[in-house]
């Protein structure tokens, strides 16, 4: 079956770094995604990923390796307005067309 | 300015009498999709489209039908609503050309009685 791990909840101190992690098991992988929900609001994107390496985005980076089913999202300078629930998805192509499967989501707290 | 516009935003109804919610973008993407979101169980994917008449199931289609008449229209359509579709819901669209970035509406929040 598909699959995709990350942790429930974490909490970080403003002004430092936090690695989000995210395991996947598909078949037919095509990306990983991530993306930023405020609570209440509709998804945002954030990264993007579909050869093995890091991506770079400002303060928010992501990692990935195929081979070990593995993805990160690292956040640094942490701010308040980062407390949100952050998306881990991978993208599948099954019969020549795209499906998404999402994890569950990290709710992450910043405290001041 | 680019955006997937869904409505409405809040819907009560009851028990079996059938419902649309609309999702509209104007971005000229192929690709579209709906998705319900639980607590506990994350974004689920109901239905997509790959382009104009063109729908596949997603992971949890059963009691949902959608269209796809346009390429900027893609309603969800909920026959005999039952309380276990109270969710929230959100449309989505990106291209099909593997473009990374998916643009979400804002969501529907169902209460079905």
């Known amino acids: 079956g598909q699959n995709i791990d990350q942790p429930t909840e974490m909490t970080a101190t403003e002004g430092a770094i936090v690695q989000i992690n995210c395991t996947y098991q598909?078949?037919?992988?095509?990306?990983l995604f991530w993306y930023q929900q405020h609570a209440g609001e509709a998804p945002t994107f954030l990264s993007y990923?579909?050869?093995?390496g890091l991506e770079e985005k400002g303060r928010f980076s992501s990692f990935l390796s195929r081979s070990k089913g593995y993805s990160y999202l690292l956040l640094k300078e942490l701010q308040m307005k980062d407390s949100a629930s952050y998306l881990c998805?991978?993208?599948?192509?099954?019969?020549?067309?795209?499906?998404?499967?999402f994890g569950t989501g990290t709710r992450l707290k910043v405290l001041a | 300015e680019a955006q997937v516009t869904q409505n409405p935003r809040y819907l009560i109804t009851v028990t079996g009498k059938k419902l649309t919610v609309t999702c509209s973008q104007n971005?000229?993407?192929?690709?579209m999709s709906w998705y319900r979101q639980d607590p506990g169980l994350g974004l689920r994917q109901i239905y997509y489209?790959?382009?104009?008449?063109?729908?596949d199931k997603g992971d949890v289609p059963e009691g949902y039908k959608v269209s796809r008449k346009e390429k900027r229209n893609f309603p969800l359509i909920l026959e005999s609503p039952s309380p276990n579709q109270t969710s929230l819901y959100f449309c989505?669209?990106?291209?099909?050309?593997?473009?990374?970035?998916?643009?979400f509406g804002q969501g529907t929040r169902l209460t079905v009685v």
């Open positions: 989505a669209s990106s291209p099909q050309t593997g473009g990374p970035e998916a643009f």
């Open positions: 598909t078949s037919g992988f095509n990306g």
């Open positions: 990923n579909v050869l093995d």
């Open positions: 998805a991978v993208r599948v192509i099954t019969s020549g067309t795209y499906k998404y499967i």
């Open positions: 971005m000229n993407h192929e690709y």
């Open positions: 489209s790959m382009n104009v008449e063109v729908t």
